[in-house]
Nanobody, 124 residues
């Protein structure tokens, strides 16, 4: 079992930045692929970014490339999402998730554990 707790969300003006954190408790955090997803009001949850267990591989949604950076510190059981140049369309609840699959994946169904989410609101 893995428990995930996100933090770092908030209300930010357009153009600002945030760093989201996701702390994992439980077993073998370093063996999980870690992903970030987001869900805006009235929309389906969508993939944002994913990182391999070692941190050597990443993949991003086209809509966030160049502005979002995923990273992880296996010693601290934490995965981060650095967000730059925030836009109003980035407003959503952001979730981190853990997948036991060895492959980077964008599918929500491939993830075994989810956090409760952290709200990011970007004002124009």
């Amino acid at each position: 079992q893995v428990q995930l707790v996100e933090s770092g969300g908030g209300l930010v003006q357009a153009g600002g930045s945030l760093r989201l954190s996701c702390v994992a408790s439980g077993r073998s955090f370093s063996s999980y692929v870690m992903g970030w997803f987001r869900q805006a009001p009235g929309k389906e949850r969508e993939f944002v970014a994913v990182m391999s267990w070692s941190g050597s591989s990443t993949y991003y949604a086209d809509s966030v490339k160049g502005r979002f950076t995923i990273s992880r510190d296996n010693g601290k059981n934490t995965v981060y999402l650095q967000i730059l140049s925030l836009k109003p369309e980035d407003t959503a609840v952001y979730y981190c998730a853990a997948a036991s699959s060895p492959f980077l994946t964008v599918l929500t169904s491939a993830y075994d554990y989810w956090g409760q989410g952290t709200q990011v609101t970007v004002s124009s």
